[in-house]
Every structure is written in C-alpha cells, then in structure tokens.
C-alpha cells in the first residue's frame, strides 16, 4: 500500500471509528404514556378533513459524556431513515398542558439522561361524515396556530379508528442532534418510532 493509499485509509477509519463511538454514548429508548391521544383538526375540504393524530411518547436520552452536550435538533426522519421529515406528514410537540414546539438547548452535565415527553403527529385524511361520529365524545383542548386540538381518551372508536391508521411504512425514525462541547462536534442519534 503506497503513502497517500495509507493516509486515506487511516482518515477513512478514523472517521468510520469516530462516528461509532459518537452514536455509542448517546443512548435513546422509547416509551408508552398514559397521556391521552389528541387529534388536531387541519383542513377542511369538500368531502374530507385533514387531521394530525397526535401520539404520546416518553424518550429517555442518556449521554455517556463525561463532559458537557446540548440538544441541538429534534426531528423526524422518513420511513427509509434518511433524509429529514416532511412537516406535512410528520409534526413533533412536547407534551405539555399544551401543546409546545420540541426542546431544543437542553443541556447534559455529563453522563446524564434526561427524559422527553413528546406527541409525534401523523397527518390523516378522514371523510366529513366520519369525523362527526370521530368526534362525538372527544373533549376540546385548546385552539394551536388557528387549529383545534381534541381529547380522544373518552372516545375507544376514536382512538381504534386512528390507531389502525398509523401503518409501519409511516411510522418514521426520531432523530436527535447534539453539540459536544469537548472536541466542537455535531453528533446525532436516531431511533425507530415503535408502536
């Protein structure tokens, strides 16, 4: 092997190698909420309405850092895992009373994890006549950028009917960027969204 051949392949493994350990120590799990399931009601049309179902998930995120990190992004993949979402298919809030845009600064002092309460939103079509009957027994919540968010808990049809919806091909991967402070670096984290 020549000396540039040498150089090359050194760099490329030492990328290969910094990149492994970087997803090695940021941990992330995904897990189920007694948080009610909510509807956002979007667009209305002739014949059908456009709603985001908005899902409850608590991630823990662990950094195995000793020294400080920083969320940088939260985002959602497609469902290949590459490339970011689409806002019209995907949308993220934190769970909160209500709904919020995701954390982003958060900071890690060191082998710390810090749990997220999120909603990861689908973007649905529903024919008009469905949605009244959809609709009978959820609670209204609160009205987010001119759209009216619903309570679905009080609704086991609502929630049957919705929950059918989500198909694996839409599920998508849940990507966190981080900023290491130690060597100035992005890094990153991405995990399967699960049902």
Same mark, same amino acid.
């Given at each position: 092997?020549?000396?540039?051949?040498?150089? #090359?392949?050194? #760099?490329?493994? =030492?990328?290969? *190698?910094?990149?492994? =350990?970087?997803? +090695?120590?940021?941990?992330?799990?995904?897990?189920?909420? +007694?948080?009610?399931?909510?509807?956002?009601?979007?667009?209305?049309?002739?014949?059908?309405?456009?709603?985001?179902? #908005?899902?409850?998930?608590?991630?823990?995120?662990?950094? @195995?850092?000793?020294?400080?990190?920083?969320? =940088?992004?939260?985002?959602?993949?497609? /469902?290949?895992?590459?490339?970011?979402?689409?806002?019209?298919?995907?949308?993220?809030? *934190?769970?909160?009373?209500? %709904?919020?845009?995701?954390?982003? /600064?958060?900071?890690?002092? /060191?082998?710390? *994890?810090?749990?997220?309460?999120?909603?990861?939103?689908?973007?649905?079509?529903?024919?008009?006549?469905?949605?009244?009957? %959809?609709?009978? @027994?959820?609670?209204?919540? $609160?009205?987010?950028?001119?759209?009216?968010?619903?309570? %679905? =808990?009080?609704?086991?049809?609502?929630?049957?009917?919705?929950?059918?919806?989500? *198909?694996? +091909?839409?599920?998508?991967?849940?990507?966190?960027?981080?900023? @290491?402070?130690? @060597? $100035? #670096? /992005? %890094?990153?984290?991405?995990?399967?969204? $699960?049902?």
């Amino acid at each position: 092997m020549g000396k540039h051949a040498y150089i #090359l392949f050194a #760099l490329v493994v =030492s990328i290969v *190698t910094s990149c492994r =350990s970087q997803e +090695d120590n940021v941990e992330l799990s995904f897990e189920k909420t +007694d948080a009610p399931l909510k509807v956002m009601e979007s667009i209305t049309m002739a014949d059908s309405v456009v709603v985001i179902l #908005l899902k409850p998930y608590r991630i823990k995120v662990k950094s @195995n850092y000793s020294n400080t990190i920083r969320t =940088s992004r939260l985002s959602m993949n497609s /469902g290949g895992g590459s490339g970011y979402h689409n806002p019209s298919k995907y949308l993220i809030y *934190t769970d909160k009373h209500k %709904l919020a845009p995701p954390p982003t /600064g958060v900071k890690f002092s /060191g082998h710390d *994890t810090k749990v997220f309460d999120i909603y990861i939103g689908y973007r649905m079509f529903i024919k008009s006549k469905e949605k009244n009957s %959809l609709f009978e @027994n959820a609670v209204y919540l $609160e009205e987010n950028g001119g759209r009216k968010v619903y309570d %679905l =808990s009080k609704s086991e049809i609502a929630v049957r009917f919705f929950e059918q919806k989500i *198909t694996d +091909d839409i599920r998508g991967y849940l990507s966190f960027s981080f900023y @290491n402070y130690e @060597n $100035e #670096l /992005g %890094l990153g984290h991405t995990i399967k969204v $699960e049902k």
